[in-house]
């Protein structure tokens, strides 16, 4: 089922970051080109965990898509200190490389809409380049530079874009493109970026002020209560769209961790989105991800959304997403991410959790270890490769014709089609559990996603009910049955 795999990582220097290697462990087999899209992505209508790009599987059904993979904050856009050079400048084609190699086929590409707080010192001094609109003002932003235009696009930032999302095409990966940006709003504890905002009066010429009660922050840029605001920004959403529309492997996320009070904002954003690309050729999907803080309703208000999908959060009402997920409903695509459960966090056992639950994982990967991360280096590298892992599987089983069935493993944690496929994982390690089959001959494989390895396969007749199993060798393991016909065929 896997094989050994080389991929890469990257490590921060002062002026870029780098590439170096290690031995990822195992993946599946089969390692063929990049699977392209063959068309924008739609919510599977048998089977709503899971989008479909229209392909069809040799039964005839839709073939489900397994998004998965590592992001990071400076993927789209550079960084440096106020008064300095940019001094992050991210080397994109090894962070394709790198997800290329551990199998991931999902970023989120990051967007920041003006400057941000310094997350390490907590002071309003990083900015971000390039920005949406021209600095082709006169007069001097309170980062000392020129002032905004908003009437004028900064074209560097489209073209960016857009390579950016076709360099990830070829290489078979889907972006879901962040429009707008909560942590350069408003301070969320750590610091006020809105100093550094177009949409500050004090930074553009065209007399837009997105501070409309004169607090010092910019809440208001992600409500609908100032109109000129609201057009500039559909304005904004159009060009994004007019410059991505014809590429298949797009979705769009409407903002990152922008608190509650933008739920109306963002539904109208989400319907923005929807009606301009209905008289477009393609349509693609749009998400909302989870709010910036866990008040209770929140993932209420996801669900209640006109998105396709969603990111959840822990809000203490639906759910233990960090430790034990509860499985997709089909209400949404759910794409669970670190970023909003830990900030950084996770390991190899939530992966497997989230993708036996129904749900998409992906990583919020800060790429190497800084010293403020609790996770360990073997926690963070066992998440990025139970992703490829997971997407190896996706692959192989049918998965629009699967569904979380917690209760037919006595581990709790199984996708299947009942009397045809199970994929069974057991957390506990050395645990015994059992499986509710139906009668019938099945192939089976044992997996142990710590060493990396296909223990052990064979073939097993089994009447209907409780069978009992035990992984043949010590940790989590994963165990597949497919059914085999009378013919001997799969």
Same mark, same amino acid.
């Given at each position: 089922?896997?094989?050994?795999?080389?991929?890469?990582?990257?490590?921060?220097?002062?002026?870029?970051?780098?590439?170096?290697? &290690?031995?990822?462990?195992?993946?599946?087999?089969?390692?063929?080109?990049?699977?392209?899209?063959?068309?924008?992505?739609?919510?599977?209508?048998?089977?709503?965990?899971? &989008?479909?790009? /229209?392909?069809?599987?040799?039964?005839?059904?839709?073939?489900?898509?397994?998004?998965?993979?590592?992001?990071?904050?400076?993927?789209?856009?550079?960084?440096?200190? *106020?008064?300095?050079?940019?001094?992050?400048?991210?080397?994109?084609?090894?962070?394709?490389?790198?997800?290329?190699?551990?199998?991931?086929?999902?970023?989120?590409?990051?967007?920041?809409?003006?400057?941000?707080?310094?997350?390490?010192?907590?002071?309003?001094?990083?900015?971000?380049?390039?920005?949406?609109?021209?600095?082709? /003002?006169?007069?001097?932003? *309170?980062?000392?530079?020129?002032?905004?235009?908003?009437?004028? &696009?900064?074209?560097?930032?489209?073209?960016?874009? @857009?390579?950016?999302?076709?360099?990830?095409?070829?290489?078979?990966?889907?972006?879901?493109?962040?429009?707008?940006?909560?942590?350069?709003?408003?301070?969320?504890?750590?610091?006020?970026?809105?100093?550094?905002?177009?949409?500050?009066?004090?930074?553009?010429?065209? #007399?837009?002020?997105?501070?409309?009660?004169?607090?010092?922050?910019?809440?208001?840029?992600?409500?609908?209560?100032?109109?000129?605001?609201? @057009?500039?920004?559909?304005?904004?959403?159009?060009?994004?769209?007019?410059?991505?529309?014809?590429?298949?492997?797009?979705?769009?996320?409407?903002?990152?961790?922008?608190?509650?009070?933008?739920?109306?904002?963002?539904?109208?954003?989400?319907?923005?989105?929807?009606?301009?690309?209905?008289?477009?050729?393609?349509?693609?999907?749009?998400?909302?991800?989870?709010?910036?803080?866990?008040?209770? #309703?929140?993932?209420?208000?996801? &669900?209640?959304?006109?998105?396709?999908?969603?990111?959840?959060?822990?809000?203490?009402?639906?759910?233990?997403?960090?430790?034990?997920?509860?499985?997709?409903?089909?209400?949404?695509?759910?794409?669970?991410?670190?970023?909003?459960?830990?900030?950084? /966090?996770?390991?190899?056992?939530?992966?497997?959790?989230?993708?036996?639950?129904?749900?998409?994982?992906?990583?919020?990967?800060?790429?190497?270890?800084?010293?403020?991360?609790?996770?360990?280096?073997?926690?963070?590298?066992?998440?990025?490769?139970?992703? #490829?892992?997971?997407?190896?599987?996706?692959?192989?089983?049918? *998965?629009?014709?699967?569904?979380?069935?917690?209760?037919?493993?006595?581990?709790?944690?199984?996708?299947?089609?009942?009397?045809?496929?199970?994929?069974?994982?057991?957390?506990?390690?050395?645990?015994?559990?059992?499986?509710?089959?139906?009668? #019938?001959?099945?192939?089976?494989?044992?997996?142990?996603?710590?060493?990396?390895?296909?223990?052990?396969?064979?073939?097993?007749?089994?009447?209907?009910?409780?069978?009992?199993?035990?992984?043949?060798?010590?940790?989590?393991?994963?165990?597949?049955?497919?059914?085999?016909?009378?013919?001997?065929?799969?």
């Amino acid at each position: 089922m896997w094989s050994d795999r080389r991929c890469v990582v990257f490590r921060r220097t002062p002026q870029m970051l780098v590439l170096g290697a &290690f031995v990822t462990g195992w993946l599946m087999t089969a390692q063929t080109a990049p699977l392209i899209a063959a068309g924008p992505l739609q919510v599977h209508p048998a089977n709503p965990r899971y &989008f479909t790009d /229209g392909t069809k599987m040799p039964d005839g059904s839709l073939r489900a898509i397994y998004l998965t993979g590592s992001h990071h904050w400076h993927n789209l856009q550079d960084a440096g200190r *106020l008064g300095g050079p940019l001094t992050k400048r991210f080397d994109y084609d090894g962070y394709l490389e790198f997800l290329t190699q551990l199998d991931h086929n999902f970023m989120r590409m990051w967007a920041w809409e003006g400057g941000a707080w310094w997350w390490q010192g907590g002071e309003n001094d990083e900015y971000y380049a390039p920005i949406a609109y021209s600095r082709g /003002g006169s007069g001097i932003t *309170l980062d000392g530079k020129p002032k905004f235009d908003l009437s004028q &696009f900064n074209s560097e930032y489209f073209e960016r874009l @857009r390579s950016r999302v076709v360099a990830a095409r070829d290489r078979g990966i889907y972006v879901g493109v962040m429009l707008f940006q909560g942590w350069s709003i408003y301070s969320h504890g750590y610091g006020n970026p809105w100093p550094l905002h177009p949409f500050n009066e004090a930074n553009n010429i065209n #007399g837009i002020n997105g501070d409309a009660d004169k607090d010092g922050e910019g809440r208001e840029v992600h409500s609908l209560q100032v109109p000129a605001v609201t @057009r500039l920004q559909e304005a904004y959403v159009r060009k994004v769209v007019d410059t991505l529309n014809d590429l298949d492997n797009v979705l769009y996320e409407i903002t990152n961790e922008t608190a509650i009070f933008s739920r109306d904002w963002q539904y109208h954003m989400v319907r923005y989105i929807k009606e301009y690309e209905a008289g477009k050729p393609k349509q693609h999907p749009v998400g909302m991800t989870a709010f910036d803080s866990g008040r209770e #309703g929140s993932m209420e208000a996801l &669900f209640a959304s006109p998105a396709d999908w969603i990111s959840p959060q822990n809000d203490g009402v639906s759910g233990d997403y960090q430790n034990d997920p509860p499985a997709a409903d089909g209400r949404k695509v759910i794409v669970s991410d670190t970023d909003h459960l830990w900030g950084v /966090g996770g390991d190899r056992v939530w992966v497997w959790r989230s993708f036996t639950r129904g749900h998409h994982p992906v990583y919020m990967d800060p790429l190497s270890k800084p010293d403020w991360v609790r996770s360990s280096e073997a926690e963070m590298q066992g998440a990025r490769k139970a992703m #490829g892992q997971t997407r190896r599987i996706a692959e192989r089983v049918n *998965l629009g014709t699967m569904t979380p069935r917690g209760d037919l493993a006595s581990s709790g944690y199984c996708l299947a089609c009942p009397g045809r496929e199970y994929l069974v994982y057991q957390p506990t390690p050395g645990k015994a559990f059992s499986v509710d089959l139906e009668a #019938g001959t099945y192939r089976h494989e044992w997996c142990n996603p710590q060493q990396g390895a296909t223990v052990e396969s064979g073939t097993l007749t089994v009447a209907s009910g409780q069978r009992r199993f035990q992984a043949p060798f010590d940790g989590d393991a994963v165990l597949y049955l497919k059914r085999r016909t009378q013919e001997g065929h799969e």
